[in-house]
Structure formats: structure tokens, C-alpha cells
């Protein structure tokens, strides 16, 4: 009912840049929320950047002064700006939404996922 694409990744060397994409699409009433999360090898997914309708933006503590993640309503897109990239930031990232679905007269909110782009970072 609900589709995110993330688009982006790829491959960058320390201290460059890349910017991470997700749309959503489908049968929307409203999207509360939009974000990123990363996993890398061996490790636990987490939580990078959140950002809700009115604005306000929480970010890892890792990230944060380098990353920084905005939203378009109209569009129900949100991306992700990722400067002086580390290699530790090398992972799978992966577009997360809050998402009520049109049609649902309980407006009841579920949580859709991107299937994820590659980020690599290393020289």
C-alpha cells in the first residue's frame, strides 16, 4: 500500500559528502514522520536521523554537525545531507516512515521501510 525508494549511496572517500533520498508513495492520508536508520556489518540497526511534520529534527549523537536531514510534505520525501562522512559512518542506510494510510477512518499509523543503499566510505 505504502512504498519508500531511497536513492544516494554509494561510494565516497573520507571527509567527502553524499546525499541520501527516500519517497514515498502509495494510498497516503499523512506521513508523521520520516527518517534513517544504518546497520553495518555485524552491528545493530540504528536509529541516525528523525525528523516530524513540523520540523523538529533528533539526530545520533555520532552524527551530529555533520549530517542533517530535512523533509518535504508536499512531496512526502525526506533526505539526508551527510558531510565530512567517516568511515565508521559505513553502512546500509534505510528510509523509515510513520505513515497513516488513506482510506483508514481510525487514521491508525504504521511503519513502512526502503529496502536501503549502500554507503561506503573509505579511500
Known amino acids: 500500500q505504502v512504498q519508500l525508494l531511497e536513492s544516494g549511496g554509494g561510494l565516497v572517500q573520507p571527509g567527502g559528502s553524499l546525499r541520501l533520498s527516500c519517497a514515498a508513495s502509495?494510498?497516503?492520508?499523512?506521513?508523521?514522520?520520516m527518517g534513517w536508520y544504518r546497520q553495518a556489518p555485524g552491528k545493530q540497526r540504528e536509529l541516525v536521523a528523525v525528523?516530524?511534520?513540523?520540523?523538529?529534527?533528533s539526530y545520533v549523537d555520532s552524527v551530529k554537525g555533520r549530517f542533517t536531514i530535512s523533509r518535504d510534505n508536499a512531496k512526502n520525501t525526506v533526505s539526508l545531507q551527510m558531510n565530512s562522512l567517516k568511515p565508521e559512518d559505513t553502512a546500509v542506510y534505510y528510509c523509515?516512515?510513520?505513515?497513516?494510510?488513506?482510506?483508514?477512518?481510525?487514521?491508525?499509523?504504521?511503519?513502512?521501510w526502503g529496502q536501503g543503499t549502500q554507503v561506503t566510505v573509505s579511500s
Open positions: 502509495g494510498s497516503i492520508f499523512r506521513v508523521n514522520a
Open positions: 525528523i516530524i511534520t513540523g520540523g523538529s529534527a
Open positions: 523509515n516512515a510513520r505513515v497513516v494510510p488513506n482510506g483508514d477512518p481510525w487514521r491508525r499509523e504504521s511503519t513502512y
